[in-house]
């Protein structure tokens, strides 16, 4: 266990997760459970968007051709019939007539334009128009393909499906697509302490709050989570914790605490018995210091350390961004944003890169960033350079968002 | 029904809608079930946090008191045992001696520091330090109270409650939490040309798109949605469709299509005639020529037009913040932000305030948007003033943040 491993900084980190975790496998969806999932592959439009010419306006489509019955520059039509939104006939329309059209209603034949209701007098069985309101009648016709092309591409492999992506898809005749399977993530927290939520407590006890972040932040970033509970801090216990991971199937395992370096702290000790492979054990970033990452069975294993503003940070730095790679999301996250700071920032020297909490704002085009309070939930990650500790107001400073990559629609 | 409503423009839509709508009522739900709702009341912490003064560090607690064995400024203590973390007994340690002491346990009477494990030696029964070894120990204890005082404020009534106030909840030992019932909504999308997703289509028919929009939008605003599908745009199936649903109990009922002024258009009507009132039918806003709001029965209504880009945009203005306004949430939504245009934006003057889709980035600090692209799903929506259609590259504009207010733990 005390063989030497690598140190790596973030990006070394990241390197290594892109190096070992490849995308999940691809299943067929049909569009309506495409929510909140990645597509495995580029998805293009089958059919284009409108497949057909269609009215925006419920009007009169009058035939292209004239001549019209023409009176001091008054043309009439003779009104045959009409076409509902939804009436699925071929309609044409003769020269010199009109038809009835509905918004949505396909264009008839014979005609390239659509005169809106509230342009038009009706005289017995005519439509009577002067000629200029035939003007601009063909920006009332959306027209076949206008809004996509047959084939083209509607969204990248590697993107979440929103809601609007859907909207998209219908429109575009694509009734299944390809997303990539969502991973399964077991998670549990370990420390003698620890008590679950709802649960008697006694002095020297705590809740252990830490589950919550893990399914939470599982969820949000696209992960199937399963609570495994409170794991007690004992060789027993964490061996048969282990063992049994080892032989289950799920993509990633996540834990919190028994990460420091006492006496107490058997965790990498029965993930090694269990078989565990230690990719490393501590990062050049604070938090950091202590974190486990390596493979067990079918299983990537992250060891996180046990307070909750490490987990946050460590779960939006690196298992997030683990969950989004076996989901096959090739967008960088987090989204790097530069900010000036409104009041100053002072951190101990580590000597090592450091994230900080902090509240992003804008005023008047301009991007700004405070560090977060102590209770306060931070919206991103200030990052704080090895060499630097101290910050004046106005400084720019590079900040990682902590935002859902995955939109509600997940279930 | 042609009765002459005032037509508000958005402000006075969103005043109204905080006039009628009043938030749903409390339940009480443990903290496993209230990520993603909103606390009904301010949430206080029963307890401090931490609720114990506690060890940060695996180490060695010595008593406060000296006198110490002393010997060319090396100080010497009795090691009388240890406390784990867990361990619920009350220690006490006594002058000149010391206990063993692992992170997160408590700290024993008469100590007041930790020293931690890597700046120990341990000779036989005694713990050995230069004395100036001791100092700074202090910083490794976690003082009750220290991070909240017990029945502090933690989460005020009407914020949404993240993974991340669940850890602080359960630290407090918050155990059960009142939150705000979650709103039905009842959705479905009328058109006599529209046909399910996996349905097949005829020319002159498409898909119903807008279903994956009411559905996907409105649990993103924290709704339960029931979708009834497409209904024909008769007045036979809307009269039976508002008759049912004026003897439901949904809290907001929301339709797509039907609104336009033609003759097809009975969708207000039937509303009408199953006991609707009509608040408003038109909107001094681009999107919102066309837009229903009343109230059927206990439900609200609102009708919104056809064309998906409108759904999006109305749902986000107005849909979604009176789902919140059910919910009790106090912040504003949505978020308004001021960026530069990146490019220039040009639009037909329609003589109302009108919101065209964006992309929102950020670049050494400052805030740009640019106008969204036709099949791209935007970002946010740009304001544009009633009296303007053209802006300059680089011109300020108002900008809606297009964002998820409730985090995926929705369930």
Same mark, same amino acid.
């Given at each position: 266990?005390?063989?030497?491993?690598?140190?790596? !900084?973030?990006?070394?980190?990241?390197?290594?997760?892109?190096?070992?975790?490849?995308?999940?496998?691809?299943?067929?969806?049909?569009?309506?459970?495409?929510?909140?999932?990645?597509?495995?592959?580029?998805?293009?439009?089958?059919? =284009?968007?409108?497949?057909?010419?269609?009215?925006?306006?419920?009007?009169?489509?009058?035939?292209?051709?004239?001549?019209?019955?023409?009176?001091?520059?008054?043309?009439?039509?003779?009104?045959?019939?009409?076409?509902?939104?939804?009436?699925?006939?071929?309609?044409?329309?003769?020269?010199?007539?009109?038809?009835?059209?509905?918004?949505?209603?396909?264009? =008839?034949?014979?005609?390239?334009?659509?005169?809106?209701?509230?342009?038009?007098?009706?005289?017995?069985?005519?439509?009577?128009?002067?000629?200029?309101?035939?003007?601009?009648?063909?920006?009332?016709?959306?027209?076949?393909?206008?809004?996509?092309?047959?084939?083209?591409?509607?969204?990248?492999?590697?993107?979440?499906?929103?809601?609007?992506?859907?909207?998209?898809?219908?429109?575009?005749?694509?009734?299944?697509?390809?997303?990539?399977?969502?991973?399964?993530?077991?998670?549990?927290?370990?420390?003698?302490?620890?008590?679950?939520?709802?649960? =008697?407590?006694?002095?020297?006890?705590?809740?252990?709050?830490?589950?919550?972040?893990?399914?939470?932040?599982?969820?949000?970033?696209?992960?199937?989570?399963? !609570?495994?509970?409170?794991?007690? !801090?004992? #060789?027993?216990?964490? !061996?048969?914790?282990?063992?049994?991971? #080892?032989?289950?199937?799920?993509?990633?395992?996540?834990?919190?605490?028994?990460?420091?370096?006492?006496?107490?702290?058997?965790?990498?000790?029965?993930?090694?018995? #269990?078989?565990?492979?230690?990719?490393?054990?501590?990062?050049?970033?604070?938090?950091?210091?202590?974190?486990?990452?390596?493979?067990?069975?079918?299983?990537?294993?992250?060891?996180?350390?046990?307070?909750? =503003?490490?987990?946050?940070?460590?779960?939006?730095?690196?298992?997030?961004?683990?969950?989004?790679?076996?989901?096959?999301?090739?967008?960088?996250?987090?989204?790097?944003?530069?900010?000036?700071?409104?009041?100053?920032?002072?951190?101990?020297?580590?000597?090592?890169?450091?994230?900080?909490?902090?509240?992003?704002?804008?005023?008047?085009?301009?991007?700004?960033?405070?560090?977060?309070?102590?209770?306060?939930?931070?919206?991103?990650?200030?990052?704080?350079?090895?060499?630097?500790?101290?910050?004046?107001?106005?400084?720019?400073?590079?900040?990682?968002?902590?935002?859902?990559?995955?939109?509600?629609?997940?279930?």
């Amino acid at each position: 266990m005390e063989k030497s491993l690598p140190i790596p !900084d973030l990006d070394g980190a990241m390197a290594l997760i892109r190096e070992k975790v490849l995308p999940l496998e691809t299943e067929q969806v049909t569009l309506e459970h495409a929510a909140g999932r990645v597509a495995a592959e580029n998805l293009d439009g089958l059919q =284009p968007i409108p497949d057909f010419d269609q009215s925006t306006r419920d009007g009169f489509a009058p035939a292209t051709e004239g001549p019209f019955e023409e009176t001091s520059g008054l043309v009439r039509f003779r009104i045959r019939g009409e076409i509902a939104a939804g009436d699925t006939r071929n309609h044409t329309v003769a020269q010199g007539d009109c038809l009835r059209i509905m918004t949505g209603a396909m264009l =008839p034949e014979g005609a390239d334009r659509v005169v809106p209701w509230e342009r038009c007098r009706v005289s017995g069985e005519f439509l009577e128009l002067f000629s200029d309101e035939l003007e601009g009648g063909e920006h009332f016709v959306r027209r076949r393909g206008s809004e996509l092309k047959q084939g083209s591409l509607l969204l990248g492999g590697g993107k979440v499906i929103s809601p609007e992506h859907q909207v998209h898809l219908a429109a575009a005749g694509n009734e299944r697509v390809a997303v990539v399977r969502r991973p399964g993530v077991a998670c549990f927290c370990t420390g003698s302490e620890l008590v679950r939520s709802g649960q =008697p407590v006694q002095p020297g006890q705590k809740v252990s709050g830490n589950r919550f972040l893990l399914t939470g932040l599982g969820r949000r970033f696209g992960g199937i989570p399963e !609570d495994l509970g409170v794991i007690p !801090d004992t #060789a027993g216990e964490l !061996d048969s914790c282990f063992q049994k991971l #080892a032989q289950q199937n799920n993509d990633l395992v996540v834990s919190t605490g028994g990460m420091g370096p006492g006496k107490y702290d058997l965790l990498e000790e029965s993930f090694v018995r #269990a078989g565990g492979e230690v990719w490393f054990r501590a990062l050049m970033l604070r938090p950091g210091k202590s974190i486990l990452f390596g493979r067990l069975g079918k299983s990537f294993f992250i060891g996180l350390p046990g307070p909750p =503003p490490a987990v946050r940070t460590l779960f939006n730095e690196l298992v997030g961004p683990l969950l989004l790679r076996l989901q096959g999301v090739e967008r960088t996250y987090p989204r790097v944003v530069t900010a000036h700071l409104s009041q100053k920032l002072r951190r101990k020297k580590t000597g090592v890169m450091m994230f900080s909490g902090g509240q992003l704002f804008f005023k008047d085009g301009r991007c700004l960033v405070r560090p977060a309070s102590k209770m306060e939930v931070p919206d991103c990650l200030i990052v704080i350079p090895a060499h630097r500790k101290s910050f004046k107001p106005g400084s720019r400073v590079s900040v990682h968002l902590v935002s859902a990559p995955f939109s509600p629609a997940l279930s």
